[in-house]
């Protein structure tokens, strides 16, 4: 079955460093999605990705996050100069279409800021 | 999107039937019903949705109620893998700014 590929699992990086975190959507999917998850709190949504623009994103996805989509295979997560409070889950994920089809999540990589 | 409320928790027994609730009071008419499930910490993973119509796939069955304010999802033989959290999220997009609740926290015991 298809998946979607994130690496690293985990991630450990010290306050005010840039980190990428990297993404391999579905193949054939064209829409791409990053999520987070602080420990113990709901899973929220960051930004939504699409033919090569982001297309939407919440309030949490500050000028300290890009995305890129540098080529045909990866997406990518960049935070610029992180905080401890961007310690999380990060999940990625793609689908499809954008409607009448379901999201597929990668298994994420924990960021752990120190 | 139309706000959902879910049971915090759910205890079901091993190889029954897990019937999982969730209201939508003021869903709009093109938004989908889709449940989605973490288990641990992995990532949220698709189970189905419906817009209208009952659902079923190999892994559950969605009913729909008529006027579309609720809708139950069901794992017709409940296994301990089953054991994670349920989402029930009310969405026009697949993907896109999904709300993810609290969920209901699914056990099941042997």
């Known amino acids: 079955e298809p998946e979607v590929t994130q690496t690293p699992s985990h991630q450990v990086t010290q306050m005010g460093q840039e980190v990428i975190l990297r993404c391999v959507p579905i193949?054939?999917?064209?829409?791409f999605y990053w999520y987070r998850q602080i420990l113990g709190q709901k899973v929220e949504f960051l930004v939504s990705f699409y033919n090569n623009e982001i297309s939407e994103k919440s309030e949490i996805f500050d000028d300290q996050f890009s995305v890129e989509r540098p080529d045909g295979s990866n997406f990518t997560l960049k935070i610029r100069s992180t905080k401890l409070e961007d310690s999380a889950m990060y999940f990625c994920?793609?689908?499809?279409?954008?409607?009448?089809?379901?999201?597929?999540f990668g298994q994420g990589t924990r960021l752990t800021v120190v | 999107d139309a706000k959902t409320t879910q049971p915090p928790s759910m205890d079901c027994a091993e190889g029954r039937a897990a019937n999982l609730p969730c209201n939508h009071s003021?869903?709009?008419?093109?938004?989908?019903v889709y449940w989605y499930r973490q288990i641990h910490s992995q990532g949220p993973q698709y189970i189905i949705h419906?817009?209208?119509n009952n659902e079923t796939n190999e892994m559950a069955s969605l009913i729909i109620t008529e006027d579309r304010k609720s809708s139950t999802l069901i794992l017709p033989h409940a296994t301990l893998r089953d054991t994670a959290v349920y989402y029930c999220i009310v969405s026009v997009n697949a993907g896109n700014m999904l709300t993810f609740g609290g969920g209901t926290r699914l056990m099941v015991k042997p």
């Open positions: 419906g817009l209208k």
């Open positions: 003021t869903i709009s008419g093109n938004e989908y």
């Open positions: 193949s054939n999917h064209l829409y």
């Open positions: 994920a793609s689908s499809p279409d954008r409607v009448n089809t379901e999201a597929f």
